[in-house]
C-alpha cells in the first residue's frame, strides 16, 4: 500500500483546522453575538411582546368607559424545578387606572435557585401599551429550597391602546438561571 503523500496530510490538516475555527466562530456568533442584537432588534421592532424593563409612573387618568380583558398565562422551562402560577386566571380593567395581580411560585428542589421570569404580550400592538410599575420580571428572585413565594405585578394598561384590542395575554416564563449565574462566575475566575 502506497505511503500517504506529504501534500495530501498537510491539506487534510489545513481543512480540519479551518472547519474547527468555523465551528469556534459559529458557536461564538450564536451565543455571544446574536443574543445581544435580538435584543436590540426586539427593543427596536417591539418584536416578542417584550413590555418595559423597568418601571414607569402612573399619571393617566382612567378611562372607565372602556373594559379591557387582561388573560395571565404561566410557564417554566421544562427542566426547572418550579410551580408557578398566577393567582387568578384574568381580570377586567379600565385603560389608565392602577391594578394589582399576583403569581405564585414555589421552589421544588432541596436547593437554592435563582429564577427570572420573561414577560411576553399579545398582541404585540399592546406591547408598548401594557405599562408595568412594579413586577418581580425586574430583577432575579432567590429563592431557598423548598420556599414559595407570592410575586407582585402593578400594571396600567395605556388609554391610548388602539380601541380595535379588548383582550391583552401576558405570559411569562420562569427560567432557572442558578447555571447561567454559576458558569458566568466560572468564565470570571
Same mark, same amino acid.
Given at each position: 500500500?502506497?505511503?500517504?503523500?506529504?501534500?495530501?496530510?498537510?491539506?487534510?490538516?489545513?481543512?480540519?483546522?479551518?472547519?474547527?475555527?468555523?465551528?469556534?466562530?459559529?458557536?461564538?456568533?450564536?451565543?455571544?453575538?446574536?443574543?445581544?442584537?435580538?435584543?436590540?432588534?426586539?427593543?427596536?421592532?417591539?418584536?416578542?411582546?417584550?413590555?418595559? #424593563?423597568?418601571?414607569? $409612573? +402612573?399619571? @393617566?387618568?382612567?378611562? /372607565?368607559?372602556?373594559?379591557?380583558? &387582561?388573560?395571565?398565562?404561566?410557564?417554566?422551562?421544562?427542566?426547572?424545578?418550579?410551580?408557578?402560577?398566577?393567582?387568578?386566571?384574568?381580570?377586567?380593567?379600565?385603560?389608565?387606572?392602577?391594578?394589582?395581580?399576583?403569581?405564585?411560585?414555589?421552589?421544588?428542589?432541596?436547593?437554592?435557585?435563582?429564577?427570572?421570569?420573561?414577560?411576553?404580550?399579545?398582541?404585540?400592538?399592546?406591547?408598548?401599551?401594557?405599562?408595568?410599575?412594579?413586577?418581580?420580571?425586574?430583577? #432575579?428572585?432567590?429563592? $431557598? +429550597?423548598? @420556599?414559595?413565594?407570592? /410575586?407582585?405585578?402593578?400594571?396600567? &394598561?395605556?388609554?391610548?391602546?388602539?380601541?380595535?384590542?379588548?383582550?391583552?395575554?401576558?405570559?411569562?416564563?420562569?427560567?432557572?438561571?442558578?447555571?447561567?449565574?454559576?458558569?458566568?462566575?466560572?468564565?470570571?475566575?
Amino acid at each position: 500500500m502506497p505511503e500517504p503523500q506529504p501534500q495530501k496530510q498537510l491539506s487534510n490538516r489545513s481543512l480540519t483546522a479551518r472547519l474547527l475555527v468555523f465551528a469556534v466562530g459559529m458557536f461564538a456568533f450564536g451565543f455571544l453575538v446574536l443574543p445581544p442584537l435580538y435584543d436590540v432588534f426586539c427593543d427596536i421592532t417591539g418584536f416578542g411582546g417584550r413590555t418595559n #424593563s423597568t418601571a414607569v $409612573a +402612573a399619571s @393617566e387618568s382612567p378611562d /372607565l368607559t372602556r373594559t379591557v380583558r &387582561i388573560e395571565f398565562v404561566t410557564t417554566v422551562n421544562q427542566y426547572a424545578p418550579w410551580s408557578f402560577s398566577a393567582d387568578i386566571d384574568s381580570m377586567e380593567v379600565h385603560p389608565g387606572k392602577m391594578y394589582f395581580a399576583t403569581f405564585s411560585a414555589s421552589n421544588l428542589s432541596t436547593d437554592e435557585l435563582v429564577g427570572q421570569a420573561v414577560p411576553s404580550v399579545v398582541p404585540v400592538v399592546a406591547n408598548e401599551h401594557f405599562q408595568k410599575i412594579e413586577c418581580f420580571c425586574f430583577t #432575579s428572585q432567590e429563592f $431557598a +429550597a423548598n @420556599e414559595t413565594r407570592a /410575586l407582585p405585578l402593578q400594571f396600567i &394598561i395605556d388609554p391610548d391602546l388602539p380601541d380595535y384590542v379588548d383582550t391583552i395575554t401576558l405570559s411569562y416564563t420562569l427560567f432557572d438561571t442558578a447555571p447561567v449565574i454559576a458558569s458566568a462566575a466560572t468564565v470570571r475566575e
